[in-house]
């Protein structure tokens, strides 16, 4: 579960702790300033929770206007369909609109593995590179292929799980 605060951009409020939709909703009407007004802007900050979570929040940019759909999507997501959006969003520069976009939709290669070497090495067991005898394998420059994927591939670290991917 993550946990959220709603700061109010009026300093003379005082902001609250939410876990869900239903808290947020009854806490947020009731605040007043110290004059009795009511506050009507808060800065939503991600407090704790699971880091893929909390990386898809920074992602996405969660606000006033989307917390509620950001908090039932991290429910509904698995895995990774945040990954999807932490990588699409926030690092390929894709638009995402929470309420009508699909994470799965997005023109991204991701690779579960930790560097462009290992890629490399994946590339050349599947036979991208064409049928390679075995005995021959041993002499190939894979730091090398990995430089040439530097060019399209990024390596990067999600919730501290290092991946590869390629934006579309």
């Known amino acids: 579960m ?4 709603a700061q109010p951009y009026d300093i003379s409020a005082t902001g609250f702790y939410f876990e869900d939709s239903e808290a947020y909703e009854v806490k ?3 605040i007043r300033n110290d004059h009795g007004d009511p506050v009507e802007e808060f800065e939503i900050q991600t407090i704790d929770g699971d880091l893929i979570d909390i ?3 920074n992602a996405i940019g969660i606000n006033q206007v989307n917390i509620i759909d950001v908090m039932s999507k991290l429910e509904e997501w698995d895995h990774y369909q945040k990954i999807n959006v932490i990588i699409a969003v926030g690092e390929c520069g894709y638009s995402f609109d929470i309420a009508t976009d699909d994470p799965n939709d997005f023109d991204i290669d991701i690779y579960d593995v930790s560097s462009l070497r290992e890629l490399a090495e994946q590339f050349v067991d599947e036979g991208l590179f064409g049928d390679i005898p075995e005995r021959l394998q041993y002499y190939l420059d894979y730091d090398a292929i990995a430089r040439d994927l530097g060019m399209e591939y990024v390596e990067t670290a999600i919730a501290g799980r290092n991946m590869v991917y390629r934006c579309g």
Do not use: D, V, W
């Not at 993550?2 to 605060?5: D, I, R």
């Open 2 to 5: 993550t946990t959220f605060f």
């Open 55 to 57: 990386e898809c929040c």
């Open 28 to 30: 947020i009407g009731p």
